[in-house]
């Protein structure tokens, strides 16, 4: 699905993208008719109230409440805002994460300038890792010991999660602060060092689609970027089958 | 010193009726109450969110911080006695209560340093864990305003030689008074936090 | 007689008070330090230590401030620096609570500062979550950090 | 008031202390006025290169390429683009218009407005100068110093800021930075409460005296956190301890030698504790500035002055609640998005409520169209377009999608550049006067107001739709990003319009340079205006006002029912 990007949002590939997108709209509708209205009536007072000679300027004076009329429908606008639209919407996609039994759990840990993601495998659960062991073939620094570990997948830069379900990740860093951003997703969220943060989201379309960085984390941050291949449940499965399950060099 | 403006108004033709030099050394107060909050802030973030924090006095020793908590109290007495003396126009007494302040906040900055140097002896540097590194920031900044504070109580005692009628001696001796007293109530603050909790 | 005499009568220091105030200090002091040998569970002791230092601070600055009499403009101030600090308090920590689920020692491994050689393959570092992690076989030469030594709350 | 004449007579006479270290609030003003100035043009001219590595990439500057990149062959490096963004947000922000809205025009228009012959503590205003100016060099030097300038952003956010170099001179020059202002608040807050002259009360203080004095508080009690925090960030570089550290950090390979036990979030707490009230500190000087302006040349008082200051306080008051709007991403709890969410909102309503009463005030006005009321005047629409977008980026939800894109650099360039930076320069039109005896010339000052608006416009608008499609901030190179491909033609746009608006500031700095001597000599009030500053000679002599003036009536009394035209504020009742 890449490379149809165009200058207005990009195609709506997750389940929530809808309600972002509506939001986003509405708000421009809002503000580009509050900038005409203000606009017209400015360039009105300009032009009936320039100076010409022996017309003087007369003082005029309102209430405070009629002269507060314009803020009191911006605050309108901004509690209806908030309580249809921001509070629900928030609550929805940033605050509440889908049981972890009906989705597809994954672990992304973001370095300087890659993008680590780890697959529980088979048995959902995910081996044991350790800095200590973090090399070139091992990425995760997985531990052999750890039994859970054995059928563990480890993709670096890439992202493959099926479609039909949520995919939840838990995103953690290991040196700056990154940010995880897939535009067709709409989804954004930061990669705090110390911290494991969940992050889901729910894809509607299969394809490729671009993941990219969006806080300044070095001088490659520009090429920090990531490709998710988002598959049907079939493909899925056969490709989980076909990464040859992290075998751990002794 | 060029005839300025704050001599041309005195301090009581304000239009608040508060001195200039007051309401200046409030606001200073203020922003320096704001400074000292963010380290409390901080303090209890780390604190919180540390998965260990080990109690006050197994690192810190806390009858030095108990003397030195009282050697602070007594020098805010001792200022507020000078300033007493300044009000009642009494030069000698003035002279030496503050003297008694400048030795006594000269005395924390003497426990503090044997402190610290009994803390560098044993490989308690900042960087060796997060509980020192926040003992050594706090406890550092504040005692950069004790040195401060001696600073300028030397000053004013240089000045009030040939001032002792000038204008604003008074002023400047309850100024300097305020300061040091702020300074005493974020030490009677930081004593507890650091060393007792 | 300095023409700031407003300001000299304005808040006759009459010296006796100070004293006692001084002596209230002092007794305050002890107090605390005695507190802080009583093992007192921890919230418990944090809120006594707390309650005493403000009602010292309070002292100090109601009297040696010269706080009591003083004109409302000062009091303006204080009392809008109190609520900008009571914002910078309340907001940071309450985050620092709220996201305590999602702190965790670092999954890739929780590296300690020790010699980078041989403390590295023997012990494995298994991220110390909220317990003393286990005492390794030969404690690292330079001194773990002082948080990781004494048993946690 | 004998003291006053002896006083005003005693002026310093030798160079040294008339001009380079003067206690004089009027030659202080000047001299921020001329620092700031010129930092602003620095800051641009970073931003300039910027945009060349913006435009087209990895692509080698024709011309001065190897003048001033001799050593990549004029190829913007990824480590230099990250040291031109960082400092170009810092200068322009804390050396640039805050000394300009804050320390010049407050320093030499406040004490006139309010009748005062200097600033309450004139040594203290000096030593806040010459703090400020060591602050800056000390910041300009940190291109040159091993490693170079800072380059994790005008933000710092460590890790990040830790681990880069650069990092530590930028550290201490804000801390002299920081100094100097906050000493400058102090003055500010003494000399407009306590050195009013006699009959202006609080209420008929002129607007821009309450935007100083709500600005003033702001950096009293704003600036001290971001002290300590860079304090704990210095201590972090320098001591090796680990504040904003957490354990187990492994930096390209090897672990992080640090003890661990850091928050990075205490940080984006500490330092947007600051950073939004210092974006009030870049806004209200201007409102204040253009309430000024629009009051003068509607010739009739501002609409709903007490709304204006109620505004104003109010932004003041709930500035130091919404800061974390800017972290809703950044793992903050998300309970607490939802509060900042509502302090956001809250906090939009009285700066409407001042554009409301600006535009209001031009309802039964007989409107010059001055230079400097054009500037004014654009400020309004400029300012609404910065307060509108801000709508998106303060909703929880839509800032999902829009937080750290291109729409957050349209967003605050239209508040800050078409609204701070051109309210500001309106200021410099209407006062010079004042300043030097001598006008600027208007028909320069025109052009140089239409190329301005034009070329602000086409940087910035772009940059919503390129925001829109996706595109993150601070990216060296956008079209290594697939998604960003479509919208690269936007960033020659901005890019262009970016070199193009240099231009069009030739004419401001000719006109400003040349009118200083050679303009047309003008009396003490060639704009008629009401206000204290145009009731002393211009320039003002040293200790201002002849004899302290008494003021009598409020501060914009343009024909209010009387037969003259307009009477000033110190003006004794006029005869029947």
């Excluded at chain 1, 004076?61 to 919407?89: N, R």
């Excluded at chain 2, 001599?7 to 608040?16: C, D, E, I, V, Y």
């Excluded at chain 4, 100097?180 to 002259?197: D, H, K, Y």
């Excluded at chain 4, 302290?548 to 009742?573: I, L, S, T």
Aim: aromatic share 14%; with cysteine; hydrophobic share 50%.
């Amino acid at each position: 699905m890449n490379g149809n990007y165009g200058w207005g949002l990009p195609i709506q590939a997750s389940t929530f993208a809808k309600e972002i997108d509506l939001g986003i709209y509405a708000i421009h509708g809002i503000m580009f008719a509050i900038f005409i209205l203000w606009s017209v009536f400015f360039v009105y007072l300009l032009v009936r109230y320039r100076a010409r000679p022996g017309v003087p300027s007369e003082h005029w004076e309102t209430g405070t409440l009629q002269s507060m009329i314009p803020d009191l429908i911006v605050l309108g606008i901004e509690i209806c805002l908030i309580l249809f639209y921001a509070l629900p919407a928030w609550s929805r996609i940033k605050m509440t994460v889908p049981p972890e039994g009906k989705s597809n759990v994954v672990e992304i840990v973001a370095e300087q300038f890659a993008w680590t993601v780890h697959y529980p495998g088979a048995d959902a659960k995910f081996g044991r890792s350790n800095a200590a062991l973090v090399d070139a073939q091992n990425p995760a620094g997985l531990d052999a010991a750890d039994d859970a570990g054995k059928d563990d997948v480890v993709t670096v830069n890439e992202l493959h999660i099926p479609l039909g379900k949520p995919t939840v990740v838990y995103l953690s860093s290991k040196d700056v602060i990154h940010s995880l951003f897939i535009p067709e997703f709409r989804v954004k969220q930061d990669a705090m060092p110390g911290m494991k943060i969940p992050v889901w989201f729910e894809p509607t379309l299969t394809g490729k689609f671009e993941i990219g960085c969006a806080q300044l984390c070095g001088i490659a941050h520009s090429i920090m970027r990531a490709d998710v291949f988002v598959h049907t449940p079939e493909e899925y499965e056969k490709w989980l089958a076909a990464q040859h399950p992290q075998t751990q060099p002794y | 010193m060029s005839a300025t403006a704050t001599q041309a108004l005195g301090p009581s033709k304000t239009t608040t009726g508060i001195p200039n030099g007051k309401l200046g050394v409030w606001l200073f107060l203020t922003s320096e109450v704001m400074l000292f909050a963010t380290l409390f802030t901080s303090y209890i973030v780390l604190r919180m969110s540390a998965p260990s924090w080990p109690r006050g006095w197994e690192e810190l020793n806390v009858p030095l911080a108990a003397l030195n908590t009282v050697i602070l109290i007594t020098s805010s007495v001792t200022v507020v006695l000078a300033y007493a003396a300044a009000c009642e126009r009494d030069k000698a007494k003035f002279n030496a209560y503050l003297w008694i302040t400048i030795l006594l906040a000269c005395a924390f900055l003497v426990v503090k340093s044997f402190e610290y140097g009994h803390k560098f002896t044993h490989h308690h540097f900042p960087s060796t864990s997060i509980f020192f590194a926040v003992y050594f920031t706090t406890t550092g900044l504040h005692g950069l305003h004790v040195i401060l504070g001696i600073a300028y109580f030397a000053w004013l005692s240089y000045w009030a030689k040939d001032n002792w009628d000038h204008e604003l001696f008074v002023g400047r001796v309850e100024y300097g008074g305020l300061y040091w007293h702020f300074v005493d109530i974020v030490w009677i603050f930081l004593f507890p936090a650091l060393y007792l909790l | 007689m300095t023409s700031s005499n407003k300001a000299a009568a304005h808040h006759a220091p009459d010296v006796k008070m100070y004293f006692i105030i001084f002596g209230a200090l002092l007794v305050l002091t002890a107090a605390t330090v005695l507190v802080s040998y009583l093992e007192l569970p921890k919230m418990l002791g944090i809120t006594i230590g707390l309650m005493i230092a403000t009602v010292k601070a309070s002292l100090v600055a109601a009297f040696f401030m010269h706080l009591k009499g003083e004109r409302t403009l000062i009091y303006g101030f204080l009392g809008l620096t109190v609520f900008f600090m009571a914002v910078l308090f309340l907001l940071p920590i309450t985050d620092a609570v709220e996201t305590e689920k999602n702190r965790q020692p670092m999954a890739v491994g929780s590296v300690l500062p020790q010699a980078a050689g041989e403390a590295h393959h023997e012990e494995a570092a298994t991220p110390a979550a909220h317990e003393a992690p286990a005492e390794t076989k030969k404690p690292a030469k330079s001194k773990k950090p002082a948080g990781a030594k004494k048993s946690a709350h | 008031m004998t003291h006053h004449d002896s006083h005003h007579g005693h002026g310093p006479d030798d160079f040294i202390s008339k001009y380079v270290f003067s206690v004089d609030h009027k030659v202080i003003g000047l001299q921020y006025l001329i620092t700031s100035l010129l930092f602003l043009l620095f800051g641009f001219i970073l931003i300039m290169v910027l945009r060349w590595q913006l435009a087209y990439p990895d692509q080698p500057i024709p011309f001065i390429g190897n003048l001033i990149l001799g050593s990549t062959g004029g190829v913007v490096t990824p480590e230099l683009y990250n040291q031109l963004g960082a400092m170009h947000g810092t200068i322009m922000i804390f050396l640039g218009v805050v000394p300009l809205g804050v320390a010049a025009f407050g320093n030499y228009v406040l004490p006139l407005q309010i009748g005062a012959p200097d600033m309450a503590f004139p040594r203290l205003n000096m030593m806040s100068y010459w703090i400020y100016l060591p602050g800056g060099l000390l910041m300009l030097s940190s291109f040159i110093m091993p490693g170079g300038a800072a380059q994790s952003g005008w933000t710092s956010y460590p890790p990040l800021s830790i681990i880069n170099p650069g990092q530590t001179v930028w550290l201490l020059a804000m801390v002299l930075i920081i100094t100097s202002s906050l000493l400058g608040s102090i003055n500010f807050l003494v000399t407009t409460l306590n050195m009013r002259a006699e009959g202006m009360s609080l209420m008929r203080m002129p607007i821009f005296v309450w935007a100083q004095f709500v600005t003033a508080v702001l950096l009293l009690l704003a600036f001290p956190p971001l002290e300590a925090a860079s304090i704990l960030q210095l201590m972090d570089r320098v001591a090796g301890t680990s504040f904003y550290l957490p354990a187990g950090l492994v930096v390209n390979g090897e672990a992080l030698k640090v003890s661990g036990g850091g928050q990075p979030l205490l940080w984006q707490h500490l330092f947007w504790f600051l950073a939004h009230p210092e974006v009030y500190v870049l806004i209200l000087p201007a409102m204040g500035i253009c309430a000024e302006i629009i009051a003068n040349n509607t010739r009739k008082p501002l609409f709903g002055y007490k709304e204006l200051v109620g505004s104003m306080m109010f932004i003041g008051g709930m500035s130091f609640v919404v800061w974390a709007h800017h972290m809703f991403l950044s793992g903050m709890s998300a309970s607490l998005g939802n509060f900042f969410l509502v302090t956001t909102m809250i906090i939009s309503v009285p700066s409407v409520a001042v554009l409301t009463c600006l535009v209001y005030s031009l309802k039964g006005g007989s409107i010059r169209f001055t230079t400097a009321m054009l500037f004014a005047l654009a400020f309004l629409p400029m300012f609404g377009i910065g307060g509108l977008t801000g709508l998106p980026l303060g909703i929880t939800v839509t800032d999902i999608y829009l937080h750290d894109t291109y729409y957050v650099i349209g967003h605050f360039h239209y508040v800050v550049v078409t609204g701070s930076i051109i309210a500001l320069m309106a200021g410099v039109y209407h006062w010079f006067p004042k300043w030097f005896g001598r006008k600027m010339s208007e028909g320069l000052g025109k052009l140089h107001f239409w190329t301005t608006i034009v070329c602000m416009n086409g940087i910035f608008f772009p940059m919503f739709i390129t925001g829109l499609a996706g595109q993150q901030r601070r990216l060296y190179d956008p079209t290594a990003q697939l998604h960003n491909l479509t919208t690269q033609p936007l960033n020659v746009v901005s890019s262009v319009f970016a070199w193009l608006l240099f231009l069009a500031q030739l004419p401001f700095i000719w006109n400003f340079f040349r009118s200083i001597w050679h303009g047309e000599k003008v009396g003490d009030n060639p704009w008629e205006a009401t206000t204290l500053e145009w009731a002393c000679p211009s320039p003002p002599p040293h200790g201002n006002f002849e004899k302290p003036p008494k003021v009598y009536r409020g501060p914009y009394e343009y024909n209010v029912g009387k037969k003259a035209a307009w009477v000033p504020q110190h003006v004794a009742e006029v005869k029947a």
